[in-house]
């Protein structure tokens, strides 16, 4: 029964990315435009959370994670502030470009 669990899980979950993969870009360009800067931001990490949760759900679940050990629980902290601080980081830099551009030196 514990593999049939496993199968329906792991179906479930591809039949999720196939259907976020094909849905998500659509609805990003129907609701701010191909052409529109946040677009393509909110694709690279709307679509890349989902891979990152299953990322962490695997971490901890197959015990390489393992967070009742002392000093594991702040690997899960890095990996969370590591996608905080590149989130932010990139947001600003787009932010930056495009309502302070560089007009060049000359």
């Known amino acids: 029964m514990k593999k049939n ?3 329906f899980i792991i179906l ?3 039949c999720f990315f196939i259907a976020s993969a094909f849905f998500f870009p659509r609805w990003l360009a129907s609701t701010f435009g191909e052409a529109h ?3 393509s931001y909110l694709y690279i990490y709307g679509s890349g959370l989902p891979f990152f949760t299953l990322g962490l759900y695997l971490l901890i679940r ?3 994670l393992n967070l009742k050990a002392p000093g594991e629980k702040k690997w899960l902290w890095f ?3 590591g996608l905080t601080w590149a989130v932010t980081a ?3 830099w787009i932010f930056t470009a495009v309502y302070f551009p560089f007009k060049g030196v000359f």
């Open 79 to 81: 990996f969370i502030l």
């Open 90 to 92: 990139h947001g600003l």
């Open 12 to 14: 479930l979950l591809l």
């Open 37 to 39: 800067f946040i677009s």
């Open 62 to 64: 197959s015990k390489a």
């Open 5 to 7: 669990k496993t199968v």
